[in-house]
């Protein structure tokens, strides 16, 4: 069973488009996040949902929204999209958040802006 | 990743042992971890360290000298699936990880 589910794997759009990523998790953790990783594997916090509450909004443009339906899901909406939005971005999940550091990871999503 | 320095690459051969160092500044620390990445794949916790000391998992060990801010993960008895990106990440107290930029460790036959 999968545990941190993304979709889609992989996202190809061009420049000014509006596209969402789900995330989903069936480990029953309170604690989800967004984290961005670039060409240079450098791996950033986006956001951070506790019980579909915003917990952690990093230096992010207000293009990225994000959507906690249910503490199960995390989703990312990224408006006008932008070459250098050109990244993997991968959801993560934890028990709570004060057991945030061992995060369990989805697959990533690898998304193209041409 | 903010003051976070990590070897980029590292080359050993099956069998033998590797130490990859990591040294990092910040405020509020809360633990260092450790998480394993192969290509194409989304990060795998290994390890963490919260106190001073060696803290050994099977082939991985994990050291932390919080004074020194200093850490390492060593990899002992090396095998061709321990090829990946290692990434040291520092837990602070705003219940943020950083994450340093990763080393490649690359093993040969």
Redesign the interface.
């Known amino acids: 069973d999968t545990a941190?589910s993304q979709t889609p794997k992989y996202l190809v759009t061009q420049m000014g488009n509006d596209k969402s990523i789900k995330c989903e998790q069936n480990l029953g953790h309170d604690t989800m996040y967004w984290y961005k990783q670039d060409s240079?594997?450098?791996?950033?916090?986006m956001f951070?949902y506790n019980n579909k509450e915003l917990?952690?909004n990093e230096t992010v443009p207000n293009r990225f929204s994000p959507k906690s339906p249910d503490k199960a899901h995390l989703n990312l909406h990224i408006n006008s999209l932008e070459l250098g939005d050109s990244a993997v971005y991968?959801c993560a999940s934890s028990p709570s958040?004060m057991s945030?550091?061992?995060?369990?990871?989805?697959?990533?999503t690898r998304l193209t802006v041409t | 990743?903010q003051n976070i320095d990590q070897p980029t690459e590292m080359t050993a051969t099956e069998g033998a042992i590797v130490q990859i160092n990591c040294t990092y500044q910040t405020s509020g620390f809360?633990?260092l971890?450790w998480y394993q990445q192969h290509a194409g794949?989304?990060?795998?916790?290994l390890s963490?360290n919260v106190l001073d000391g060696l803290e050994e998992k099977g082939r991985f060990s994990s050291f932390l000298s919080r004074s020194k801010g200093y850490s390492y993960l060593l990899l002992k008895e090396l095998q061709m699936k321990d090829s990946a990106?290692y990434?040291c990440?520092v837990?602070k107290s705003?219940?943020?990880?950083?994450?340093g930029?990763?080393t490649t460790v690359t093993v040969r036959a």
């Open positions: 941190v240079k594997k450098f791996l950033k916090i951070s917990i952690i991968f958040l945030s550091y061992e995060q369990y990871f989805g697959p990533g | 990743g809360n633990g971890f794949e989304a990060p795998t916790f963490y990106s990434l990440a837990g705003d219940y943020k990880l950083s994450f930029a990763g």
